[in-house]
């Protein structure tokens, strides 16, 4: 049992009391503010946050030998709004001689396990670029000791970044355990294979039931019963109880250097409280007991520092498809995963990754529209995107997006989510209508607008414009869907036509509900660039209309639904029986279910389901419905949960040119105690194993390897889940656009997705005390690939990319096609896409100025920040993607003209592989050996990656004309 191994380690400690060299202990204060939880940001900065950082300045101010390290960029951010003159320069003062250090930096301390890996990134780049504007300082060690469970492609993103190490906290109460009893709470993490560069040192916080509070009974602002403060009475007395814990805590690491934690949430309001106490531990301890121990007050880089000279034989090394997922508060029972929160609060989920791809969307179209135009006037975008940036920051905090937070604060963030995303609209089209239009264009000329409405008018009176934008960096041709002023599908006729005025192939849709029919037509958009489309009701009969959708019910006979590439095999009920790819003949039965697993008193973090099989949603009575047409064909039909009132309703769609079929689900809120699943039952013989993402980024195999204990089972995924057959040959790929739990068995994978609770069990640390009764009604969308595995491998990432990234529309109206190409130039292609290869693909491109606080910062317009990163790993491509591949950077940008290319760390402010601390790899049997893929070095302009690397550049764009 742990608690006995940690009694037996705390003997041997008592009688390894020898004199030899002292134990360093470095104590690091510390509060941890979260960005909303029990309450919101603003009332945890009112309540706490502004009465934490002026009593940290005043004790530090008093005393010399403290120190301080400060986490949360966002909170330090709102607090120098309100500081005073004189705390602004003590502040200065203290942070520039080291006596305040930044640790981790970012916005908040996010999320590892649903987050996205581009969201994660760029919240970590808009805390340091504030702690940059403002104190020149960029923190050395990330600080990850709250998140529910590690990620592998966050600690690759750590390595990218430029960080020295990471402190990690929420490991698994079993794994936490093995680490300490091996003495390997400190290694090195290979993320990636054969490449040193995503290699970062980690350091686990040792004590399993503590988490990163202060030692046991020594939290001076905590239950003073249990936490007596020190008196003349009791000072040698808590100082040799102190020890006691230092040393059991000291035989689990290797070296002489112990981290200490000394704070905890919200703490340090009274400063003086927690130092004053401590103090006087510290000098007692440091004069009576010198020759064992060495304690101080210490940052981070301190500890890290001292631990790099000292690393004695070094340090073993994680393998590279290893992270720390399911995390676990207890010892293993069926009390201990935390896998619930992974599908927590959907909406929210879905609505925070919605406005991340629009926040990439309008990102990216504002660099081109300053290039080409740069002497309009985009002040309005350019603040609508650093408002966003904020907000997708907030999202990413571990109680944010993982649904953990009050109903109230969750209300909150949902409001912070909804105006972000309607100001992005706004903002989009502001920036498409300067990218497009044109100098001689009259200023009466109607603008581009957000609203859809402006095109259905148009479409009336003359053409209805719709200008896309493919925020992708390759060329793709997909399916596009405007509204159109008819209310009846037999009486709708409308055309659709390009840019020449040539007809495009389209197909209305009937309406929705009480809304008006809508056209759906094939775009064919370049990488990162626009083109414009035109829809005008026509006569009937008129060459060249959309073809109106055919709609038929079920006939009691089996039927197949396709497109060119995907054929779903329909029993006479209109159930899937089996799916085919056309193209590789590849085939599996399928069915698709929704089911309800009953709760065992879960809560917002804990997924515990009942021992009876879930229950599923059985058929209305109401009849499917088959929708057929050259662009869109589909199949709808009707379910609903066992005593609730609505019904849900399913679409499993085709649409012409896609390598996949579509699953669109909307959903009233779960009856109470009850956690929804889609269930993919196949014949693929993928026994225990499957794979899926991590954070969008890494692929990493899973295993069903814990039939007592089904919650242990479910993994978090961001993007994806595949199964494969034992010989590889056939692979399932099931793709979505917001996180969900995931697992698989048998040819069967299980995608959690919405959860309903009326219990609070309370379950220790869980602390939410409020039961997760979520009412929302959930819509979204998934696709799903069947293929060869090698095939899946190609395809899976560009299908979820169109789910996640679909064309951004903005609107006009005109008398014609020729008199709005009179003012606008209908396409406009600023990016050589056809420039990348061997799996570049651009992830992040926004005006630099939009990382920056305006009150601090004034960032020329013309400045850039730009991330690649190649989107395979070197096996799952085919064939192999090549050890490096190559691109000129300043050649990207076929409009304007790129220069003063730099490579930058992930948060655009370290060079790009400078110094940082080295580490040493342990030499022995045990230890797996990692070779280097071959070297092969920048030559600028033309840098080079390695798969699953990502480069970070900033560079000056200026217009060509």
């Known amino acids: 049992r742990p608690d006995q191994v940690f009694m037996l380690l705390a003997c041997l400690a008592l009688l390894a009391c020898v004199a030899a060299a002292p134990l ?59 500081a005073s003159d004189t705390q602004k320069q003590q502040f200065h003062t203290l942070v520039s001689t080291g006596r305040i250090v930044f640790i981790g930096g970012g916005w908040v301390q996010n999320d590892e396990s649903v987050t996205a890996r581009s969201a994660m990134l760029e919240q970590v780049a808009l805390g340091h670029a504030w702690l940059q504007d403002v104190f020149n300082k960029t923190p050395r060690i990330a600080w990850q000791i709250d998140p529910f469970g590690h990620s592998n492609s966050h600690a690759l993103a750590v390595a990218e970044a430029g ?18 009893e091996t003495h390997h709470l400190e290694f090195i993490w290979q993320t990636q294979p054969n490449q040193l560069s995503s290699r970062v040192f980690a350091h686990v916080l040792d004590v399993p039931l503590a988490l990163y509070e202060s030692p046991v009974t020594y939290d001076y602002e905590s239950i003073p019963e249990f936490n007596p403060p020190i008196t003349a009475s009791n000072l040698h007395l808590r100082a040799v109880e102190l020890m006691d814990q230092l040393r059991l805590r000291t035989l689990l690491f290797k070296r002489p250097h112990l981290l200490v934690p000394f704070g905890m949430d919200f703490r340090y309001q009274h400063a003086s409280w927690e130092f004053g106490n401590m103090s006087l531990l510290v000098d007692v301890i440091n004069k009576n007991y010198s020759s064992e121990f060495n304690i101080t007050f210490a940052t981070l880089e301190q500890y890290f520092d001292a631990l790099n000279a000292d690393q004695g034989d070094g340090f073993p ?169 008819c209310t009846t599908l037999s009486a709708c006729s409308v055309i659709v036509r390009d840019a020449s005025g040539a007809p495009v192939p389209a197909q209305v849709l009937p309406p929705r509900g009480s809304g008006n029919c ?22 009937q009969g008129t060459t060249g209309a959309a073809v109106l959708s055919t709609l ?4 009691g006979q089996p039927y197949i639904l396709k497109n060119s590439n995907t054929a779903l095999i329909l029993d006479g009920a209109c159930n899937i029986i089996a799916v085919k790819n056309l193209l590789s003949g590849v085939a599996s039965t399928l069915s698709l279910n929704i089911q309800a697993f009953d709760s065992e008193n879960d809560n917002a973090y804990i997924f515990r389901p009942r021992d009876t099989p879930p ?7 109401q009849s499917a419905t088959i929708l057929t047409g050259p662009v869109v064909s589909s199949l709808t039909y009707a379910l609903q949960q066992h005593a609730a009132t609505e ?41 225990i194993d499957f794979e899926t993402d991590d954070n969008g980024m890494i692929l990493l195999p899973r295993q069903h390897a814990h039939a007592s204990q089904f919650a242990r ?141 305006p009150a601090q910062s004034d960032v020329p317009d013309t400045g850039v920040y730009l991330i690649l990163h190649r989107s395979q790993q070197a096996d799952e491509a085919v064939p192999p993607l090549s050890p490096i591949a190559t691109v000129d950077v300043s050649s990207l940008f076929s409009a304007a003209a790129a220069s003063d290319v730099t490579p930058r760390d992930l948060s655009f402010v370290r060079e790009y592989n400078a110094p940082r601390l080295a580490w040493r790899e342990v030499l022995d049997s045990s230890s797996d050996t990692i070779e280097s893929a071959p070297a092969r070095e920048d030559l600028p302009p033309v840098y080079v990656l390695a798969p699953m690397q990502s480069r970070a550049f900033t560079l000056t764009l200026k217009s060509k004309q």
């Open 518 to 539: 809508t056209v759906a037509f094939i775009a064919d958009l370049d990488g990162l660039a626009w083109s414009t489309y035109f829809i005008s009701v026509v006569p």
């Open 615 to 621: 229950t599923p949603f059985p058929r209305t009575g």
């Open 647 to 687: 019904t849900t309703n399913i679409t499993v769609e085709l649409r012409q040119g896609e390598s996949a079929f579509r699953l669109h689900i909307q959903t009233p809120a779960p009856v109470p105690q009850t956690e929804l699943s889609l269930q993919l039952a196949s014949n693929l013989t993928s026994g």
């Open 163 to 180: 960080y020295d190490a990471i402190v990690l906290d929420r490991v698994g109460w079993n794994v936490k355990t093995h680490l300490g």
């Open 552 to 555: 038929t019910s079920c006939s």
């Open 24 to 82: 360093n202990i470095y104590l690091i204060p510390h509060s941890h503010c979260d960005a909303g939880w029990l309450k919101t940001f603003e009332g945890y900065y009112e309540a706490e946050v502004a009465k934490i950082l002026p009593s940290i300045i005043d004790s530090l101010w008093q005393d010399p030998s403290l120190v301080f390290n400060w986490a949360e960029t966002g909170y330090l951010r709102r607090w120098w709004q309100d």
């Open 317 to 485: 090394v994680l393998a590279a498809d290893t992270d720390f997922h399911p995390y676990s508060w207890t010892p293993d029972n069926e009390n201990s995963w935390w896998t619930g929160f992974y599908f927590s609060r959907p909406c929210l989920k879905v609505l925070a990754r919605r406005g991340d791809s629009l926040l990439h969307a309008v990102s990216s179209a504002s660099v081109f529209a300053h290039a080409l135009s740069p002497a309009s006037n985009l002040t309005t975008a350019m603040q609508a995107l650093w408002e966003a940036r904020q907000t997708s920051a907030f999202m990413t905090h571990h109680d944010a997006i993982t649904g953990t937070a009050k109903a109230f604060v969750v209300d909150w963030y949902t409001g912070l989510l909804n105006v972000s995303i309607a100001a992005l609209h706004d903002a989009f089209a502001l920036v498409s209508d300067a990218a497009l239009r044109q100098p001689s264009a009259s200023p009466a000329t109607a603008h581009l607008s957000a609203d859809p409405a402006v095109a259905v008018e148009g479409a009336v009176s003359g053409v209805g414009v719709i200008t896309l934008y493919n925020s992708l960096s390759y060329t793709r041709v997909s399916i596009s869907f405007a509204p159109t002023p």
């Open 713 to 853: 089972n479910v993994f978090p995924a961001t993007e994806q889940l595949t199964l494969r057959d034992a010989d590889g040959q056939r692979a399932l790929a099931v793709l979505f656009a917001a996180p969900k739990g995931t697992t698989a068995l048998n040819g069967t994978g299980y995608l959690f997705f919405h959860r309903r609770l009326l219990n609070n069990p309370g379950l220790p640390p869980c602390g939410l005390p409020e039961a997760l009764n979520d009412t929302c009604p959930l819509s979204e969308s998934y696709a799903v690939v069947i293929d060869t595995g090698a095939a899946v491998n190609k395809t899976r990432r560009a299908v979820q990319a169109e789910l996640e990234h679909p064309f951004v529309q903005a609107y006009s109206a005109a008398a014609s096609i020729q008199q709005w190409t009179a003012s606008y130039h209908p396409t406009e292609t600023p990016f050589a896409g056809d420039r990348l290869h061997d799996g570049i693909e651009v992830g992040t491109l926004g005006p630099a100025a939009t990382f920056h606080d």
